[in-house]
């Protein structure tokens, strides 16, 4: 006999929530609502992010990695607000109840969930094809969000991390969701992925964690939320993302290709072409691009020495519009205009 939707819901999540990871949290799954006492006055941040299967991620994908997969996205998008996550609401849609991938999905989920004190408190359960909408709330304990629409001629443009590894990911380890095949793609144009080196065994663990494991970069912009003058999450590369970003703050973005930042494993395994590519229009880099004042360079520095971040300055803030491209000083094309965009995949002739 299959668990009924109160039962599945008692017991992949709601026993499973134990303890309280975010005392905002008054009252969590089993009401209504759930109930969230904000500290007077300050803003809170709410944002959702829907993952269907075969699209997001692949059907057959270990569901502990989807679980933390999904979580891990949300936050990344509350790091770019500079907010601290409090909790998050789960539509789950399920074609059945299927309790071994449950138990997997609600142990990566809510392991995610412990790991970043972010309550799950509240969603819905309803029969469909496999899908997971996660709406996560933020708070901003000081100042203000920081948005894209900031940016001033004249700042840093920074990024987190490394750029590239997702896209990496997706092409070294087969990972086979429908929007993989548009990423690889970012690959291709530099047309030289036939070659494929061989992966070591770090290599094969350090791409896995950082397609399924993500790090919202949460502690810096918690640290460096009052330095940041814009920021965005990098989720559909680098050029799409920043030129979200140029547009919001009515800027021009100039991007120095030679100071892109690249992990060892992307540095071994690609050219520098492939490279490039796969930074600007790859995507699933959950890094962080902002801009920040000239003034605050080295406090900049200090907070990701002090979290352990590698943030590299990779460009500047100018007046116009738009993102352009230079390599080692000489003006660069862009070869792909676009981050993946879920409707613009019908190719028109
Ligand atoms: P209602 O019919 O009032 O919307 P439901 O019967 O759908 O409530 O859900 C009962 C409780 O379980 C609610 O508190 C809801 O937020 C919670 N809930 C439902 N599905 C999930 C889920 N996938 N994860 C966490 N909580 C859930
Ligand atoms: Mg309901």
Known sequence: MSLSEFELIERFFKSRMTGVLNSAVRLGIGDDAAVIHGRAGQPLCVCTDVLVSGVHFPAGADPVEIGQRALRVNLSDLAAMGARPVCFTLGLTLPSVDEQWLSGFSSGLLGA????????????????????????????????????????????????????????????????????????????????????????????????????????????????????????????????????????????????????????????????????????????????????????RSQIDAIAASVGLRVTAIGEVKHGSGVSLFDRGVAAPANHPHGFDHFSRVETP
Request: aromatic share 6%; hydrophobic share 40%; with cysteine.
């Open 113 to 296: 969930a412990e790991q970043f004190g972010c309550s799950l408190a509240g969603g819905d359960t309803v029969r469909g094809p496999l899908s997971i909408s996660i709406t996560a709330i933020g708070e901003v304990p000081s100042g203000e969000p920081v948005r894209r629409s900031g940016a001033k001629p004249g700042d840093v443009l920074y990024v987190t991390g490394c750029l590239g590894d997702g896209q990496v990911a997706l092409h070294y380890l087969d990972i086979d969701a429908a929007e993989s095949t548009a990423h690889q793609s970012a690959l291709a144009v530099a047309g030289q992925n036939s070659a494929r080196k061989d992966l070591t065994p770090e290599d094969t663990v350090y791409l896995h964690g950082r397609f399924f494991r993500p790090e919202p970069r949460l502690d810096f912009a918690d640290l460096a939320r009052n330095l940041m003058s814009s920021a965005i999450d990098v989720s559909d590369g680098l050029h799409a993302d920043a030129g979200h970003l140029a547009k919001a703050s009515a800027v021009r973005l100039r991007i120095n290709l030679d100071q892109l930042p690249f992990s060892q494993s992307v540095l071994r395994l690609t050219s520098e072409a492939e490279r490039g590519n796969a930074a600007l229009y790859g995507g699933d880099d959950y890094e962080l691009c902002f801009t920040a004042e000239t003034a605050y």
